[in-house]
């Protein structure tokens, strides 16, 4: 089973910085990384797939980077709405044997 | 619109049955990879189950064989899960998910599952 390990747990930021939250792979996913933000008492919402493609209707404040095991989150200047939970996801496997991080708490 | 609605949940005592439903509109349900997602409380997302477009082919995460069952009726519209003997580890808040060249672009509201005497 591959592990995702997100860092950092929780992260303090004020409206209009940027937050830059990290995803690793236990072993290479190549760019089968997907990003998802989830409000409390809210679904999770596809935010980025393929590492860096940003889902219909996703801000072009999100962007994504990263291959093989390091991955990167980055919002470039935080609006309220944006402090949630982020998760990554693998999806490299086939059949398929999904995992995701323990998520990143983005709080002001 | 494209949504996902769900039904059934609650609290089921081990050992006993429970399933959960999931009806889908606004796609074409029978071209969809389906799946269910889990979140136990405080804990991390957790892959169930996948189900192939035609329901040939299921695919679950080890803790979930031969407890979990995911199936589908296209003419429904609608996907499933029989939860069978449930365990305690069992409890949590299960998601219906539309995938997408194996990521989840789509989401139910989800529904909570309690598994206790």
């Known amino acids: 089973e591959i592990v995702m390990t997100q860092s950092p747990a929780t992260l303090s930021v004020s409206p209009g910085e940027r937050a830059t939250l990290s995803c690793r792979a236990s072993q290479s996913v190549s760019t089968n990384l997907a990003w998802y933000q989830q409000k409390p008492g809210q679904a999770p919402r596809l935010l980025i797939s393929g590492a860096s493609t940003r889902a219909t209707g996703i801000p072009a404040r999100f962007s994504g980077s990263g291959s093989g095991t390091e991955f990167t989150l980055t919002i470039s200047s935080l609006q309220s709405e944006d402090f949630a939970v982020y998760y990554c996801q693998q999806y490299i496997h086939w059949p398929p044997m999904y995992t995701f991080g323990q998520g990143t708490k983005l709080e002001i | 619109e494209v949504q996902l609605v769900q039904s059934g949940g609650g609290l089921v005592q081990p050992g006993g049955s429970l399933r959960l439903s999931c009806a889908a509109s606004?796609?074409?349900?029978?071209?969809?990879?389906m799946s269910w997602v889990r979140q136990a409380p405080g804990k991390r997302l957790e892959w169930v189950a996948s189900i192939k477009q035609d329901g040939g082919e299921t695919f679950y995460v080890a803790s979930a064989k031969g407890r979990l069952t995911i199936s589908r009726d296209n003419a429904k519209n609608s996907l499933y899960l029989q939860m069978n003997s449930p365990r305690g580890e069992d409890t949590a808040v299960y998601y219906c998910a539309r995938e997408n060249h194996a990521t989840f672009d789509i989401w139910g509201q989800g529904t909570m599952v309690t598994v206790s005497s």
């Open positions: 606004g796609f074409t349900f029978n071209t969809y990879w």
